[in-house]
């Protein structure tokens, strides 16, 4: 199901506090970083907040830059990013800022929220939308993306919505900033609370440091597993796809990438078409050489790749679908089914699947898998 990007940005002090349990909102951003804070805001089609931080903190959600303003518009896109509250209650106050300020909102909640914000008055402010009984994020995802047009979604807390996001792996990137002071208070509320998270390390992308804080930049990293389909599955079948680019041309073979990723999001190997010099090697068996045939982490390992493994092969004795199973892998993601370029009705997930692999394609990235093969498909 497409969701939309989603962004989770937070600030925490040193002991991990999200605020203090004082009256006043906790400042732990910079001023320059609160800028970057807008930036980001204005970059995205809407910004996210649970009702709880609506009541602790009273935000108005803007983008204060009458630049980036200007810029949405130019582009064509609202002035305001949709401002999405979440409740379950639908117990929130109708003269907070949330609902007096920026351009249009929404309130994602419970039918019983639903009735309880149209006798508050939250209806003449906001779009009531009811999820049913019970809120669930990715109805909610779903929802932002087909009906309101949500491709890139920033979420501001609290530290319920950040974890529930996170342990569902629904969550696709996290902005976190360190800011240099202690909270000491146990009754603070925290970042992220108890619970089954991804095993194993998020990647770092980027640390940033903005006057006395410090920006880092992380994204999840393990696979889903059969079926089910994570942000991490997305981020490393991009990565295949940008290896595809690094293939030397060919007027005889696709350029493809893969990448090998264990089941807690270490990366064990990657490899692309005519990979090293060698004219036939294709980007999964380049990939696969490279890792131990004997690694107990083949078995539950995901591998990606830009092209569905070939089913077919002239150039060597076993096609990259065979090689798959033998290497004891059981789960393939990739982005593009083999076209009858080179082999008729080649059928790669027809042998991995008749041997009980999962094979998932999501074509959100054919595109991408195809462009460094345009002069061979058009
Ligand atoms: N430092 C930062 O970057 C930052 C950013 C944001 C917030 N904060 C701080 O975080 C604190 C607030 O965090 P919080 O965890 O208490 O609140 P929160 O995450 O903002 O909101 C929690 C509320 O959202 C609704 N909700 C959450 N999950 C739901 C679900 N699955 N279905 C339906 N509704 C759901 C519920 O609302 P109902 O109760 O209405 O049902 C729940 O009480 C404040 O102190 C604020 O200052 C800090």
Request: aromatic letters at 4%; proline letters at 8%.
């Amino acid at each position: 199901m497409p969701y939309p990007y989603v962004l989770l940005s937070a600030a925490v002090s040193l002991d991990g506090c999200l605020d203090d349990t004082g009256p006043e909102r906790l400042l732990l951003s910079s001023p320059a970083d609160f800028d970057r804070v807008d930036e980001v805001r204005a970059a995205s089609d809407a910004i996210l907040i649970g009702a709880g931080t609506i009541r602790a903190d009273n935000p108005r959600l803007l983008v204060n830059s009458e630049k980036r303003r200007a810029a949405r518009v130019a582009a064509g896109r609202p002035e305001y990013p949709l401002k999405v509250a979440v409740s379950a209650s639908g117990d929130l106050d109708p003269t907070a800022n949330f609902w007096h300020t920026g351009g249009d909102k929404i309130l994602c909640t419970t039918d019983r929220g639903a009735a309880r914000a149209s006798t508050l008055g939250i209806t003449q402010h906001a779009t009531v939308v009811p999820l049913g009984p019970h809120l669930n994020w990715p109805d909610l995802l779903e929802h932002l993306h087909d009906t309101r047009g949500v491709r890139r979604l920033m979420v501001e807390g609290g530290g319920t919505i950040h974890t529930q996001l996170l342990q569902q792996e629904l969550a696709d990137e996290l902005h976190l900033v360190l800011a240099p002071l202690l909270v000491g208070d146990p009754k603070a509320p925290r970042l992220f609370g108890p619970g089954t998270y991804q095993t194993g390390r998020l990647r770092l992308l980027e640390t940033r440091r903005i006057e006395d804080v410090v920006l880092t930049r992380y994204v999840p990293t393990a696979p889903g597993t059969g079926a089910r389909v994570t942000p991490a599955d997305r981020h490393w079948l991009a990565l295949a796809c940008d290896l595809a680019a690094q293939c030397p041309p060919s007027d005889t073979a696709f350029s493809v990438g893969a990448v090998v990723v264990a089941a807690d999001g270490t990366e064990l190997a990657r490899g692309h078409s005519r990979e090293g010099g060698d004219p036939v090697v294709h980007a999964e068996e380049a990939a696969l050489a490279k890792i131990t045939p004997s690694d107990p982490r083949l078995p539950t390992a995901t591998i990606y790749s830009s092209l569905e493994p070939c089913a077919h092969r002239a150039s060597r004795p076993h096609p990259c679908a065979r090689l798959i199973l033998t290497s004891g892998i059981r789960r393939v993601v990739t982005a593009w089914r083999e076209p009858d370029t080179f082999v008729q009705s080649a059928d790669g997930t027809g042998t991995l699947t008749a041997q009980g692999a999962q094979v998932l394609v999501l074509p959100q990235y054919e595109e991408r898998a195809k462009a460094p093969n345009g002069h061979l498909v058009g």
